[in-house]
């Protein structure tokens, strides 16, 4: 696609759910991340995946986050048993390539999910 | 050592005037520094990047000074315009990690 897609745009939910989030990178791209940018703050390094596999997971907060990239391209987090302090904006980004190659580093955001838990 | 630290909070200047937001690095082997601008409701959008190589990089209205020595980047915005008018994010990395760190942010109004 022409720019990296997530859905759902918005979601609301209870105190204990739980939650998937969707994220379409830009067609072509091997390397695709998570961030979480909560409110007034910078974003949030989470996962970076390089293909199918997560090369660098260090920064899920604990074991109820997980991410997967089955086919290495669309990717889905998830959130198990959801607490009032997961409420932020989860993005997603996307490059061509990862790792030291030139233009590893130039990321192209989604426009996030921004992710309510009352 | 990961922390990217970023002022001013937020920063109201006038149409035609010079913005400048700064940023500071802890850690010596980040090689890699973009600037990040988001409007409200969208992602961060990459807007200039320079590497520890140059000490300066300039792309039309925006300029990244670099201070190695100093651990210190900024980046100046001339001849600002409203449109200029959103939250712009320092960052850092290392070549051969994917993994940015971004500074807080900067809340820039430019008022005409």
């Known amino acids: 696609g022409a720019g990296v897609s997530q859905t759902p745009s918005n979601k609301v939910t209870e105190k204990g759910k739980y939650v998937e989030l969707r994220c379409d990178p830009i067609s072509g791209h091997t390397a695709l991340y998570w961030y979480r940018q909560s409110l007034g703050q910078g974003p949030e390094f989470l996962i970076y995946f390089q293909g199918t596999g997560a090369a660098d997971d260090s920064g899920l907060p604990n074991d109820r986050f997980f991410a997967v990239r089955p086919e290495g391209s669309v990717s889905t987090l998830k959130i198990q048993r959801t607490e009032r302090g997961d409420s932020a904006v989860y993005l997603c980004a996307s490059s061509p390539r990862g790792g030291s190659l030139a233009g590893a580093n130039v990321l192209t955001f989604g426009a996030g999910s921004r992710l309510t838990v009352l | 050592q990961q922390q990217v630290k970023q002022s001013p909070q937020s920063l109201i200047v006038q149409k035609g005037g010079i913005s400048i937001i700064n940023c500071a690095y802890e850690?010596?082997?980040?090689?890699?520094f973009p600037w990040y601008q988001q409007f409200p409701g969208k992602g961060p959008a990459l807007l200039i990047a320079i590497r520890p190589d140059v000490s300066e990089k300039k792309e039309g209205r925006f300029t990244i000074s670099f201070n190695k020595s100093a651990k210190q980047f900024s980046l100046h915005i001339m001849d600002s315009q409203p449109g200029d008018s959103a939250t712009y994010f320092c960052a850092a990395s290392l070549s051969g990690y994917n993994k940015l760190i971004f500074g807080a942010g900067t809340r820039l109004a430019v008022h005409p």
């Open positions: 850690n010596t082997a980040f090689d890699y």
